[in-house]
Each structure stands twice: as structure tokens, then as C-alpha cells.
């Protein structure tokens, strides 16, 4: 006995699929104009449901990731700076080193694209399929740094088994405190035994990382982690913020 189009909807509500229950009705009239045969009609209407559940993991990605913007490579402007490491950019771009287990510190002047890049890096990361988490490094450690080991351990699991970890703008106020640096030791630690990559920006050359933790010790210890297998860009140069600045300031009329 066959459906009616409405119970067939009821039965598509029912299986969740909802990419054939969008465009059903109109692969029904394409059929029906061009006379397709069945097994293409069907092939069509599964793709459709491929294409929205991709879609939708897709997104579900992007908003667990923690980014704030779709970044990507294609209009960053490397002219602006060229001595920026433009093709171990790319490199980083092609995501191999998080099938290969490794790190990347992005270190340098202010406004010279850091963030940006390893947000394009991460943001490609999401639309390849790998779980992503983007967190602002300054100020995330402190409200994980109250709690026993137990509570830590459980609540920065997303973070320790994320496949990439961008950690952004690491000591931008220079100081942290002394049991932010503990949790940021214990996840560099946890994902250093598991291979999972970490791509760290910062302002601050790794050798004054001693003196922004209060522990020399301390990080000794994370460094070594990090840069035992990574990748090190240096950014150098004029800052973009300051020329998108002067940009505005330029456009605005003048007082009389």
C-alpha cells in the first residue's frame, strides 16, 4: 500500500531524516519532467540527506571550536608584510602536521597576523572533519584553576582531547597566576603523551616564558613539550590593525 505524500513526510519527520524531507517534493517533479529512472531519482534524494547531515556536523563543529570568525588564507594580504613565513603558512594550512602529531608556535610582533592565521589553520581544520578547540590563553585558565585535580581532569577533558588545541595570544598580559600555569602545563603535558597538536600565538619570545609564569621550571617543562615536535614561525614586521586604523581615521571627514 503506498504513502501519501504526507505520511511520507510524518515518516521522514519520524526518521530524522530531514535533508530528503526538503527537497523531496522537488526531485518528485524533476523526475517526473526529465523521466528519470528510479535508481537516479533515489541516488539524488540520498545525496541531499548526505549533503544537509554534512552540513549540519559541519556547523556543530564551527560553534564547538570556540571561533569567532570563518578565517581562511584567501584574502589575507602577505604584501603588506613580506618577510612574514608566508609558505610555512601554507604548510601549516595543508593540516599534516596534526596527522603527524606536532606543534606550532606562531611568535612575533603585534598585529602581524598570528591570530589570524592560526584561525584560517583551524578553521580548515573543521571543514577536513577534525574536532577544534580555540581558546583565548589569557584569561580561560583562571575559572579551571580553582577546582580539585578530579574536577579538572573532567572538565578540561574537551580541551585535552580536542585533535588541534589553538592556544591565542599566550601571555598577552604577560603574568598569569600560578595555578593558570599549572593547567596550562597539565593540558600541554596530556596532549604531548597523546600526539594531539597545539598551535600557540604569542607576543612574548619563548625564552621570556620563565618570567611571565613566576617558574623557570615550569617553563622549561612546557617547552620542551611543545617544541619537541613543532613548527616555529616568526612574524615580523608592521602591524594590520594599525593600518586598518589609519585606514578609517583617513576616511573620516574632517572637523571644521
Wanted: charged share 25%.
Amino acid at each position: 500500500m503506498s504513502m501519501t505524500l504526507n505520511e511520507i513526510d510524518r515518516a521522514l519527520r519520524e526518521l530524522r531524516l530531514s535533508g530528503i524531507r526538503a527537497t523531496l517534493e522537488t526531485r518528485i517533479l524533476q523526475a517526473q519532467a526529465n523521466q528519470e529512472p528510479f535508481l537516479d531519482t533515489f541516488s539524488m534524494i540520498l545525496q541531499d540527506e548526505l549533503d544537509r547531515r554534512r552540513s549540519r556536523l559541519m556547523e556543530r563543529r564551527y560553534h564547538q571550536s570556540g571561533l569567532d570568525e570563518r578565517a581562511t588564507l584567501n584574502d589575507f594580504d602577505w604584501r603588506f608584510n613580506p618577510k612574514l613565513p608566508r609558505q610555512a603558512c601554507f604548510e601549516l594550512h595543508t593540516l599534516k602536521f596534526i596527522a603527524e602529531g606536532q606543534n606550532a608556535l606562531l611568535i612575533g610582533k603585534p598585529g602581524t597576523g598570528k591570530s589570524r592565521i592560526a584561525k584560517a589553520v583551524a578553521y580548515q581544520a573543521t571543514l577536513q572533519g577534525h574536532d577544534v578547540r580555540v581558546l583565548e590563553a589569557d584569561s580561560v585558565f583562571a575559572p579551571y584553576a580553582l577546582g580539585s585535580s578530579a574536577d579538572q581532569q573532567r572538565q578540561l577533558s574537551p580541551w585535552i582531547e580536542a585533535d588541534l588545541l589553538v592556544l591565542d595570544d599566550l601571555f598577552l598580559a604577560r603574568r598569569i597566576s600560578d595555578r593558570a600555569g599549572e593547567v596550562l602545563q597539565m593540558l600541554v603535558h596530556q596532549r604531548y603523551k597523546t600526539r594531539r597538536s597545539i598551535v600557540v600565538t604569542s607576543n612574548r619570545v619563548v625564552q621570556d616564558w620563565g618570567k611571565y609564569l613566576g617558574d623557570n621550571t615550569m617553563a622549561t617543562t612546557i617547552l620542551d613539550r611543545l617544541m619537541h615536535r613543532s613548527h616555529l614561525l616568526e612574524f615580523e614586521g608592521k602591524s594590520y590593525r594599525l593600518k586598518e586604523a589609519a585606514s578609517r581615521f583617513a576616511l573620516q571627514p574632517a572637523a571644521d
